[in-house]
């Protein structure tokens, strides 16, 4: 596929759509869990993906298949599962921000795992965005609820050890990737949930207008941003595309505000700033 040295337009507003979505996933995630439990939740939308996306896909090979199963218990079960465990008693964009984590720990674990170099570039990025979150965690509204922090921190932690098992599985397409792994992930959470949630059909019948609306915004949400973010992947480069994810715990501040009516300081914008911007250097040295 030919990858399109200029960005246009449309692929702006694609990116800007998929940020958009991202971030509004915080918001849905924290209205569906009044009801809902997190793991219950989690399987719901991985079941859903998988089953709605697997007919366009052909079936793996047995080997590739073991290793999906075992990238599904990092990326998604331990990933999606700690981090809705974590959202449950924190604010939404706070938990946005400190998610961002996921890229300097995947440079990190990359780093010492798969001997991958980190320039002077990277090191001062990783600094600035630890010293980013660490600001946002000592914030009054997020730091009586170290659980919390602990929970996103191990779901971020997850997240960079899923993709050094995606970098040694290239023989498997994104796409197959992510429908098998939502497919056993959901399933492994399932089974998680019944062993450790209650009442969870009890609950999923008896949904309010607005949990059933959380629900269905945050399945389509999360299906529509990531097709449409794979597809301006493959005909973009990453350094075109990459720094618009950025925006994503922008966008979750402002949501949470307006339909969480969460608190937004000016130290937590300071530490949303600070961390954006290690971010921002740690993406920008490894695209180079």
């Known amino acids: 596929m030919n990858v399109s040295k200029n960005i246009n337009l449309t692929a702006i507003l694609a990116a800007l759509l998929c940020a958009i979505m991202w971030g509004s996933n915080f918001v849905t995630v924290k209205l569906a869990l009044v009801q ?17 996306l697997i007919w366009f896909i052909k079936v793996p090979s047995r080997a590739a298949l073991i290793n999906l199963l075992w990238i599904s218990i990092t990326f998604y079960t331990i990933n999606f599962g700690l981090v809705n465990l974590g959202i449950m008693h924190t604010d ?27 320039s002077l570039r990277q090191a001062i990025g990783l600094i600035i965005a630890f010293v980013g979150v660490i600001l946002v965690a000592y914030t009054p509204t997020i730091s009586g609820h170290l659980t919390s922090i602990l929970l996103l ?6 997240y960079g050890v899923s993709i050094l098992q995606v970098k040694q ?51 389509f949400m999360g299906t529509s941003a990531f097709l449409i973010w794979t597809r301006l992947i493959h005909i973009h480069y990453l ?14 501040m402002v949501f949470g505000r307006i339909f969480l009516n969460e608190m937004i ?7 949303a700033v600070i961390t954006i911007l290690g971010i921002t250097l740690v993406t920008v040295s490894k695209q180079s």
């Open 92 to 118: 939404a964009g706070l938990a946005s921000i400190i998610i961002q984590l996921e890229v300097p720990l995947a440079t990190i674990l990359g780093a010492i795992f798969l001997k991958e170099h980190i």
């Open 239 to 252: 350094n075109q595309i990459m720094p618009f994810s950025l925006l994503v715990p922008v966008f979750a």
């Open 265 to 271: 300081t000016s130290q937590i914008i300071l530490g």
């Open 169 to 219: 599985a290239r023989e498997v397409g994104a796409l197959t990737l992510v429908v098998y792994c939502s497919l056993f992930g959901g399933l492994q959470l399932l089974l998680l949930s019944f062993l450790l949630e209650h009442n969870q059909w009890h609950s999923l019948l008896q949904m309010n207008f607005t949990t059933e609306f959380s629900l269905i915004t945050y399945i």
């Open 153 to 158: 921190l191990g779901g971020a932690v997850a």
């Open 36 to 52: 809902l439990t997190p793991l219950f939740l989690t399987s719901i939308r991985l079941m859903f993906v998988s089953c709605f």
